[in-house]
């Protein structure tokens, strides 16, 4: 992993994700290296051309006490979009953390979103908060598979656990499937799983983007490749995405879950 420090001009960002109104991206890059990431478009826009997306990492350097938590009152943050929160080299920097204890006492609705079972670390910080949600990105609950596409995140179990221990601690948490993976993502095993200690549920579609296409069908072709025809269909149709949508909110009303269904916009990492 090359690592570098970087100053940054600004740490708390205006955003053009629907219903964020700020993201915070604690670091460029992401150690997680996910083989579907929509967020390798930073590569073009930080002075990275010819870098690997999870082979490098900015550190983004910054005087955090400048952070006013009352600018934010009302507002939504993310945390994070483009980048994950908890990677592991955050229990180095810790840039995310430092943020956050810079934003106590903001009135700002904040939400957390993590592949990371190191987000337990900062579950005192959390509590300091009165409008702060933990969220956990998973699709699939086999470590396996999940190794082989989200090469650097915790395993889906360790997220899982982690997210528990949010929950079990009096934070609001929500799971994030995302992206659903058409006949690999049991979404169902993954809501019955979490069900005791999730209070929302968003899920997202796999977008496929040029730059992402070739790896996702490699991985399809090596692990699945009897699911060959049904990606080509999905990656060719959008429309193939409506039927699953419709058994998700069925599956979901017959639960009364709190829930929504992001299909189709390109998802919070928009490029
Ligand atoms: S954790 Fe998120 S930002 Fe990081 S590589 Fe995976 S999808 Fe991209």
Redo the contacts with the bound molecule.
């Keep these: 992993m090359k690592t570098t420090l970087r100053e940054a001009k600004s740490i708390i960002t205006k955003s053009n994700i629907p219903e964020i109104d700020f993201v915070i991206n604690p670091y460029i890059g992401?150690?997680?290296?996910?083989i579907?990431?929509?967020?390798?478009f930073m590569i073009r826009f930080t002075g990275h051309k010819g870098d690997k997306?999870?082979h490098f990492l900015d550190i983004k350097t910054f005087d955090f006490s400048k952070i006013k938590p009352q600018k934010y009152d009302n507002t939504r943050i993310l945390l994070?979009s483009?980048?994950?929160p908890y990677?592991p080299l955050e229990l180095k920097y810790k840039n995310t953390r430092k943020i956050l204890e810079n934003l106590v006492g903001t009135k700002a609705h904040i939400s957390i979103l993590?592949?990371s079972k190191f987000v337990v670390r900062d579950i005192d910080l959390f509590k300091k908060f009165d409008n702060l949600e933990v969220g956990i990105?998973i699709n699939t609950l086999d470590d396996e598979f999940a190794q082989i596409i989200?090469r650097?995140?915790s395993k889906p179990t360790e997220r899982l656990k982690a997210l528990k221990e949010v929950y079990d601690n009096g934070i609001k948490t929500y799971t994030f499937i995302s992206p659903f993976f058409p006949k690999i993502t049991d979404y169902k095993a993954i809501i019955q799983e979490t069900l005791d200690y999730t209070d929302s549920y968003m899920l997202e579609n796999l977008n496929f983007r040029p730059h992402n296409a070739p790896r996702i069908f490699k991985v399809i072709k090596d692990s699945y490749p009897k699911l060959l025809p049904v990606y080509e269909k999905f990656k060719r149709d959008h429309t193939e995405w409506n039927l699953i949508a419709l058994q998700i909110k069925s599956y979901c009303d017959d639960l009364k879950l709190n829930y929504k269904i992001e299909f189709h916009h390109g998802g919070f990492?928009k490029s």
């Design positions: 992401c150690q997680h290296g996910c579907y990431c929509y967020a390798e997306w999870g994070s483009v980048t994950d990677i993590t592949k990105s989200e650097g995140a990492s």
